[in-house]
């Protein structure tokens, strides 16, 4: 099963199986109440307009505030950014929805030149409606951004039309 969709404005699509889904979202549960966050490893479609998401690596937050942020930890990071198939990152929102918190945006600028995609899942039981995410009955929450650099240099993200709802699931 895969699910696929492509950015508001066309220029990036994200493929991404269920069952790597389906790890991501263990993770994130695991990790809650902090913030959970991993890697995301994959390859290019179309000449680069899409993404095909083919590995998820969980990574510890060593932030000292990790119910509010996430730090990935540098010996999983570090050997993982040097891939060349890293395409983005992924990390949880315990208290909030998947948008991207300012401090997201401040921190993206270290490496918005080395990843295509941002993915954030919202863990909060009253933002997700589910405290358990098995079945995908009432999938949790969770965006979909592309990494785009704006006029300033500043990476900025972009939300990609894939949202959580049920139907994103759909059987081949
Ligand atoms: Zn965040």
Redesign the pocket.
């Known amino acids: 099963m895969e699910y696929s969709g492509i950015g508001s404005t066309g220029r990036l699509g994200v493929q991404i199986s269920e069952e790597i889904m389906e790890s991501i979202l263990q993770h994130m549960r695991k990790s809650y109440p902090a913030?959970g966050c991993g890697i995301l490893f994959g390859k290019p479609l179309d000449g680069g307009n899409s993404w095909s998401i083919n590995k998820f690596l969980p990574c510890r937050n060593l932030s000292p505030s990790p119910g509010k942020?996430?730090l990935l930890d540098p010996k999983v990071w570090i050997p993982g950014s040097l891939s060349p198939d890293l395409t983005g990152i992924v990390?949880?929102?315990p208290v909030?929805g998947p948008e991207?918190?300012l401090?997201?945006l401040k921190q993206l600028q270290q490496f918005g030149a080395m990843i295509k995609l941002y993915l954030?899942v919202s863990t909060s039981p009253t933002v997700s409606r589910n405290a358990a995410f098995s079945g995908h009955k009432n999938p949790p929450h969770f965006s979909f951004y592309g990494v785009e650099s704006g006029e300033s240099g500043e990476y900025t993200l972009l939300k990609l039309s894939i949202q959580s709802q049920a139907d994103v699931f759909k059987s081949d």
Do not use: A
Request: proline share 8%.
């Open positions: 913030e942020e996430f990390h949880s929102h909030s991207p918190s401090k997201d954030i």
